[in-house]
Nanobody, 126 residues
Framework: QVRLVESGGGLVQTGGSLRLSCAASGRTFNSYAMGWFRQAPGKEREFVATINWSGGITRYADSVKGRFTISRDNAKSTVYLQMNSLKPEDTAVYYC???????????????????WGQGTQVTVSS
């Protein structure tokens, strides 16, 4: 199994920035596609961004395109989500997830991901 631990969430004003980190352990991290999802109170979990195993292909939700950047450092077994120009509607618990099997492409479907972190809260004040 892969254990994922998110960090970097917090309270920020509108227009501010945060960088989320997701540290992985357990399996060879650099073989797996990763994703970031978020869930706001009373809403379903939604796709934010995904990155393939090598880091060469990324995809974003329309709502975050141009503001968020997903990246990975395979040497550190960590995936990042740089969030800029934050808006109150970005407030949510953010989760990272790993997609099995190895060498899969990224995905926007939560059902394609096999292991999830515990989440980190991001709150954007207006």
């Amino acid at each position: 199994q892969v254990r994922l631990v998110e960090s970097g969430g917090g309270l920020v004003q509108t227009g501010g920035s945060l960088r989320l980190s997701c540290a992985a352990s357990g399996r060879t991290f650099n073989s797996y596609a990763m994703g970031w999802f978020r869930q706001a109170p009373g809403k379903e979990r939604e796709f934010v961004a995904t990155i393939n195993w090598s880091g060469g292909i990324t995809r974003y939700a329309d709502s975050v395109k141009g503001r968020f950047t997903i990246s990975r450092d395979n040497a550190k077994s960590t995936v990042y989500l740089q969030m800029n120009s934050l808006k109150p509607e970005d407030t949510a618990v953010y989760y990272c997830a790993v997609r099995f099997p190895a060498y899969s492409s990224g995905s926007s479907r939560a059902a394609d991901f096999g292991s999830w972190g515990q989440g980190t809260q991001v709150t954007v004040s207006s």
